[in-house]
């Protein structure tokens, strides 16, 4: 074998190594940007952990007596659709509350809702019964200008605190306020307006 001859086989052999370590390096710079993709993922995504939202639904009335102008009065009875969604990537796992429906800022009723949970990226709703009853609002409220206009404007509060959980081994406590305001038309006993923040 000449010199020349053993110089071209050396230096494919060198070619051939460096071509080898070339993929290599390439093969584990890949991965290393995949890890970095996944984790940045997992944690920008999969870990941004968010408050559920706790709302009212539309609904019906069900019983609804009001009194005169003179002598304003209302009782009412309705099925409160409550929901509850989750847009997290685990459960929300809640403790039972309590709903304060006011008009004018003072409590007419209440509606409990029992400790459960909402299923990741899911929505749990929730059927309440509630009943409201204006005797314990003042003489001087707005209700009878307001039963001369067909219209009984309430608000529904609460706030419901509970864990959400990732990955079963990851735990936030988030805390959901509930702010609604509806209008209830006494002529048709329907939701005329429903508005939530």
Excluded at 12 to 28: L, N, Q, S
Excluded at 87 to 104: E, R
Excluded at 125 to 138: G, M
């Amino acid at each position: 074998m000449s010199k020349l001859d053993h110089e071209s086989l050396s230096y494919a052999d060198e070619e051939a190594k460096r071509k080898k370590r070339m993929k290599w390096t390439i093969g584990i710079t890949a991965f290393v940007i995949l890890q970095v993709v996944q984790a940045l993922f997992f944690v920008l995504v999969i870990m941004k952990f968010k408050s559920p939202k706790f709302r009212v639904a539309e609904f019906d009335v069900q019983t609804l007596n009001v009194g005169t102008q003179a002598s304003p009065s209302f009782d009412m009875s309705f099925v409160a659709p409550i929901r509850i969604k989750n847009t997290n990537w685990g459960p929300f796992k809640y403790d039972a509350t309590a709903i304060n429906f006011t008009y004018g800022g003072v409590q007419v009723g209440q509606a409990t809702i029992p400790k459960s949970k909402a299923n990741f990226k899911s929505t749990k709703k929730i059927d309440v019964r509630v009943s409201l009853s204006s005797s314990a609002l003042p003489s001087n409220s707005n209700l009878g200008s307001e039963l001369s206009s067909e219209l009984i404007t309430l608000n529904s509060q609460g706030e419901l605190k509970g864990k959400v959980t990732v990955m079963f081994m990851f735990k936030k406590t988030k805390t959901s306020q509930m702010n609604c305001t509806m209008a209830i038309n006494t002529t048709t006993k329907a939701v005329q307006s429903l508005s939530c923040k």
